[in-house]
């Protein structure tokens, strides 16, 4: 059964740093791409990053580059998400995806605040 667990959300000041985990279990973790996306009530979910099986090759959406950064331990089992230089816009659930075949599978998510 695959499941996929957050951690390290929180309120945090503008300016500020978070690390966001994402503990797998149920599946072989290095045979798959890992995804992080969030989403604000009202709005539709964002993906935020995107890193490749081997770690190798990540991807951003644009509103993060430069201070986001997605990484995975594959010992380990879990994909991080390094969050720096937070704005008020950043505030969101953040849940970590994986794809395996044709079923999507999604953590329950971790709550981010960034507010003075």
């Known amino acids: 059964q695959v499941q996929l667990v957050e951690s390290g959300g929180g309120l945090v000041q503008p300016g500020g740093s978070l690390r966001l985990s994402c503990a797998a279990s149920?599946?072989?973790?290095?045979?798959?791409?890992m995804y992080w996306y969030r989403q604000d009530p009202g709005k539709e979910r964002e993906l935020v990053a995107v890193?490749?099986?081997?770690?190798?090759?990540?991807n951003y959406a644009d509103s993060v580059k430069g201070r986001f950064f997605i990484s995975r331990d594959n010992a380990k089992n879990t994909v991080y998400l390094q969050m720096n230089s937070l704005k008020p816009e950043d505030t969101a659930m953040y849940y970590c995806?994986?794809?395996?075949?044709?079923?999507?599978?999604w953590g329950q998510g971790t709550q981010v605040t960034v507010s003075s």
């Open positions: 149920g599946f072989t973790f290095s045979n798959y791409g």
């Open positions: 995806m994986t794809r395996i075949a044709a079923a999507i599978n």
């Open positions: 890193i490749s099986r081997s770690g190798s090759s990540t």
